[in-house]
């Protein structure tokens, strides 16, 4: 094979940032956003012969071709992957899909190498939009704080409304995996701890990116990732190997997946770790038997980055015609970046290693996407630059980023009534974090383009106006031991009648590969808040993070905790929205936040054990710690509001359940306060005595309501025997005669309602 560098026109093309300038609003008014008016591709069923013709006239190699994809910017992975001669295997239709290639005039330009290639098969352009493309969104984590699918549903729609007008076709998202470590820097990019929470979250995410149906010019090609069980990584180390047993599998880590699965997620990615011993993209049990055997899986499985080759270095293959031999067995269909199908898949087929029917299989499976895509039928469906133009510069997407950022901030303390901010007042805006702005963003950011990203100072500023003096210090830096800033910082706040102190990670800090040992408040920044407590003046905290830090002195000490999270472009005013109670925080943590790190890992779902702790302080010989509670810091499901709200009259349609039935749960919540008010109102349940030992809770079902002052509104949820199951110990999905305890509240550690629920 001949070796080409890269085309000048064309690596300058690839360098060439051209993000428009995105109009603000303030009013926050969520407009759907429009739909395409182009026309859908052929139906599905038609779609069969036609990939069956082509297949047909396939060689060998270019069967393979369709199989790699590669980068086409090299923004992540070792540099010794990096390819010279890919706009050459294009052409020879060597590459069946290219990822961190943007833009129409990019992808436009590499869509057409391509179709130079004998059998003219178009590209699939795929990049990790993760929150959001030109309008950057809350990182999913926070995302996941509002319990608001629909507000989900609408970030990931505008996600690939953008993302498919650049040229985009699929989307390396959601990450499903449930984290129960925030010491693992990916936290950031899931939707917490919980299984049904996080299923829910899934099918959002997966209708948002893709819509009812694949094919219109406004979706784009979902992934579920990193199958499986990513999240389990040991000691919450980045790439680590995971064990964990078939029955925490299937019950808390492969649940999501399949919630993907049902939704029409139009693709897998495996993930680097190991399961139980076997890497998951060599692992057939996961990728054949489960996903394409038991849950008849139509779509394709993308490796993770280099993760075929990568399990040479695991010791599980030998080399990469080994690992790439294992990897297609195992049912990884396209290879990302290893680039082992490329240079050993043919000869291991030729020499009768590698068996011909499970390429044709991979091959057929890669096809019928870009078939439902409408690529053969127009390679530029998702060239437009007219419509590149117009989409990325809809101001509607941004009200749907504040909208959304407001509602995933979490309102963790409030003494005093210290918020909401009464005017007119003197505001202290410190901290490392109150002018940043990229830090806003997150990591996984596709255009971090700062112009765009509204600091905490600018949106408390302007929405301050005359009505409120706002005085800025930064204090210090988020990392680092220079005390310098906090002199100013004190002046600052004894000129003031509050202090804001935004403090938390920079962007880099969780993430990819930023696993942390210490989750502890970075530098110097707990220190500013000590010096700022002793002035005297009531301390409102807002961290900013990618994941649940530990920060045990302010949530002691301060008057008002706000946990913002990487809240995106909107960032500043959602907060503005929040401090000053034109928007009333409804967010509740999708994790728990742990005391210590010692605490890790951590989940709602305890297990009572033998021996309980009954009661505080008595611990001798009990299920406990020497040194520290047992409890969280802040519970799963945790979150206040400006108002308060009262739980009442539960009442269950009948107290027994047989089979085929199912049970209404009813009861009312009422708005307590002077403002209006969103709940989340959590129904637990707990399965007293089973087969195999249960949790002391799981989250069966939730409502997010809203209600004015004074205004009281009667939910209803169902109980059905599915709510009741669970894996036993042969892995069977079964509910099993006998009681359940019915728990419902406003967190996991505030039960409100209780009942008891009996199955016959
Ligand atoms: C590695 C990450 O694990 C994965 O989530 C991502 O989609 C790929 N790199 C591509 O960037």
Same mark, same amino acid.
């Given at each position: 094979m001949r070796v080409l560098r890269y085309h000048p026109l064309l690596l300058g093309l690839l360098l060439a940032a051209g993000p428009a300038a995105l109009a603000q609003k303030t009013k926050v008014k969520v407009k759907k956003t429009a739909a395409s008016a182009a026309p859908a591709p052929a139906p599905a069923a038609d779609l069969e012969p036609r990939i069956t013709a082509l297949l047909g006239q396939m060689t060998l190699e270019e069967k393979i071709g369709q199989l790699n994809q590669y980068s086409g910017r090299e923004v992540t992975g070792p540099a010794s992957n990096?390819?010279?001669?890919?706009?050459?295997?294009?052409?020879?239709?060597?590459?069946?899909?290219?990822?961190?290639?943007?833009g129409v005039a990019d992808t436009r330009l590499i869509q057409a190498e391509a179709l130079k290639s004998r059998l003219k098969i178009p590209l699939l352009f795929s990049l990790d939009v993760i929150h959001g493309y030109q309008t950057v969104f809350p990182i999913p984590l926070a995302e996941a704080a509002s319990w608001d699918l629909a507000a989900i549903r609408e970030s990931a729609h505008v996600?690939?409304?953008?993302?498919?007008?650049?040229?985009?076709?699929?989307?390396?998202?959601?990450?499903?995996?449930?984290?129960?470590?925030?010491?693992?820097?990916?936290?950031?990019?899931?939707?917490?701890?919980?299984?049904?929470?996080?299923?829910?979250?899934?099918?959002?995410?997966?209708?948002?990116?893709?819509?009812?149906?694949?094919?219109?010019?406004?979706?784009?090609?979902?992934?579920?990732?990193?199958?499986?069980?990513?999240?389990?990584?040991?000691?919450?180390?980045?790439?680590?190997?995971?064990?964990?047993?078939?029955?925490?599998?299937?019950?808390?880590?492969?649940?999501?997946?399949?919630?993907?699965?049902?939704?029409?997620?139009?693709?897998?990615?495996?993930?680097?770790?190991?399961?139980?011993?076997?890497?998951?993209?060599?692992?057939?049990?996961?990728?054949?038997?489960?996903?394409?055997g038991q849950w008849q899986y139509p779509g394709f499985v993308v490796s993770d980055w280099g993760s075929i080759g990568e399990m040479v270095p695991w010791g599980y293959a030998t080399d990469k015609a080994d690992a790439a031999r294992k990897a297609l067995a195992a049912g990884s269909d396209m290879d990302m970046e290893s680039d082992s199908y490329h240079t050993t898949l043919a000869q291991s087929i030729q020499a009768g290693k590698?068996?011909?029917?499970?390429?044709?299989?991979?091959?057929?499976?890669?096809?019928?996407?870009?078939?439902?895509?409408?690529?053969?039928?127009?390679?530029?469906?998702?060239?437009?630059?007219?419509?590149?133009?117009?989409?990325?510069?809809?101001?509607?997407?941004?009200?749907?980023?504040?909208?959304?950022?407001?509602?995933?901030?979490?309102?963790?303390?409030?003494?005093?009534?210290?918020?909401?901010?009464?005017?007119?007042?003197?505001?202290?805006?410190?901290?490392?974090?109150?002018?940043?702005?990229?830090?806003?963003?997150?990591?996984?950011?596709?255009?971090?383009?700062?112009?765009?990203?509204?600091s905490v100072y600018e949106g408390l500023s302007k929405r301050a106006g005359k009505t409120a003096q706002v005085r800025y210090a930064k204090g210090c830096e988020v990392q680092g031991d220079s005390r310098a800033g906090f002199a100013a910082a004190v002046e600052a706040a004894q000129a003031s009648d509050v202090v804001v102190l935004c403090v938390g990670e920079t962007w880099d800090m969780s993430g990819e590969s930023k696993s942390r040992t210490d989750i502890g408040l970075p530098g110097v920044q707990n220190e500013l808040f000590q010096t700022l407590k002793a002035t005297g003046k009531p301390v409102v905290v807002v961290l900013m993070a990618g994941r649940p830090l530990v920060f045990n002195?302010?949530?002691?000490?301060?008057?008002?905790?706000?946990?913002?999270?990487?809240?995106?472009?909107?960032?500043?005013?959602?907060?503005?929205?929040?401090?000053?109670?034109?928007?009333?925080?409804?967010?509740?943590?999708?994790?728990?936040?742990?005391?210590?790190?010692?605490?890790?890992?951590?989940?709602?779902?305890?297990?009572?054990?033998?021996?309980?702790?009954?009661?505080?302080?008595?611990?001798?010989?009990?299920?406990?710690?020497?040194?520290?509670?047992?409890?969280?810091?802040?519970?799963?499901?945790?979150?206040?509001?400006?108002?308060?709200?009262?739980?009442?009259?539960?009442?269950?349609?009948?107290?027994?359940?047989?089979?085929?039935?199912?049970?209404?749960?009813?009861?009312?919540?009422?708005?307590?306060?002077?403002?209006?008010?969103?709940?989340?109102?959590? *129904?637990?349940?707990?399965?007293?005595?089973?087969?195999?030992?249960?949790?002391?809770?799981?989250?069966?079902?939730?409502?997010?309501?809203?209600?004015?002052?004074?205004?009281?509104?009667?939910?209803?949820?169902?109980?059905?025997?599915?709510? *009741?199951?669970?894996?036993?110990?042969? *892995?069977?999905?079964?509910?099993?005669?006998?009681?359940?305890?019915?728990?419902?509240?406003s967190a996991s550690d505030d039960i409100r309602l209780e009942s008891k629920l009996t199955l016959q």
């Open positions: 990096r390819k010279t001669d890919l706009l050459n295997s294009i052409r020879a239709g060597q590459v069946g899909s290219m990822l961190n290639v943007k996600a690939a409304r953008e993302a498919a007008a650049s040229g985009i076709h699929w989307t390396f998202a959601p990450m499903v995996d449930v984290g129960r470590d925030p010491r693992w820097g990916r936290v950031m990019e899931g939707a917490g701890e919980d299984t049904y929470l996080g299923s829910l979250i899934a099918k959002a995410r997966v209708l948002g990116f893709q819509g009812e149906k694949l094919g219109g010019t406004d979706a784009i090609m979902a992934c579920a990732k990193h199958f499986a069980a990513y999240g389990a990584a040991i000691a919450g180390r980045e790439y680590n190997a995971v064990d964990v047993s078939e029955q925490q599998l299937w019950q808390t880590y492969l649940p999501p997946f399949k919630a993907a699965a049902d939704a029409g997620v139009a693709t897998f990615m495996n993930s680097f770790n190991t399961l139980n011993g076997v890497p998951a993209t060599g692992n057939r049990y996961l990728q054949r038997d489960i996903l394409k590698a068996d011909m029917a499970l390429l044709d299989d991979a091959v057929r499976r890669i096809l019928r996407k870009k078939f439902e895509l409408g690529l053969f039928d127009d390679p530029y469906r998702f060239s437009d630059e007219k419509r590149e133009k117009q989409v990325l510069s809809d101001p509607q997407h941004r009200v749907a980023a504040r909208d959304v950022a407001r509602k995933s901030m979490v309102l963790l303390r409030n003494d005093n009534a210290t918020l909401p901010l009464a005017a007119p007042r003197r505001i202290a805006l410190v901290g490392p974090l109150a002018k940043a702005k990229r830090d806003l963003a997150g990591s996984w950011v596709v255009l971090a383009d700062t112009a765009q990203i509204t002195q302010i949530a002691d000490q301060a008057d008002a905790i706000v946990y913002a999270w990487w809240p995106g472009a909107e960032g500043g005013n959602a907060l503005a929205d929040v401090l000053f109670g034109d928007y009333n925080p409804s967010g509740k943590l999708p994790s728990t936040f742990p005391r210590s790190v010692g605490q890790i890992p951590i989940s709602y779902q305890l297990y009572n054990t033998g021996r309980p702790v009954t009661k505080p302080g008595d611990i001798r010989y009990k299920s406990a710690y020497i040194d520290s509670p047992n409890t969280p810091r802040y519970a799963f499901g945790h979150g206040l509001s400006y108002t308060s709200f009262k739980y009442d009259g539960l009442r269950l349609s009948q107290p027994t359940l047989t089979a085929g039935q199912a049970v209404q749960v009813q009861c009312t919540v009422t708005n307590t306060g002077k403002v209006a008010g969103e709940e989340v109102v959590q *129904l637990y349940l707990r399965d007293l005595v089973a087969s195999v030992a249960r949790p002391l809770k799981e989250l069966k079902d939730f409502q997010k309501i809203s209600l004015k002052p004074g205004e009281t509104k009667t939910l209803t949820f169902t109980i059905d025997k599915d709510k *009741l199951a669970f894996y036993n110990a042969k *892995l069977e999905w079964v509910a099993e005669p006998g009681d359940f305890q019915l728990m419902i509240g």
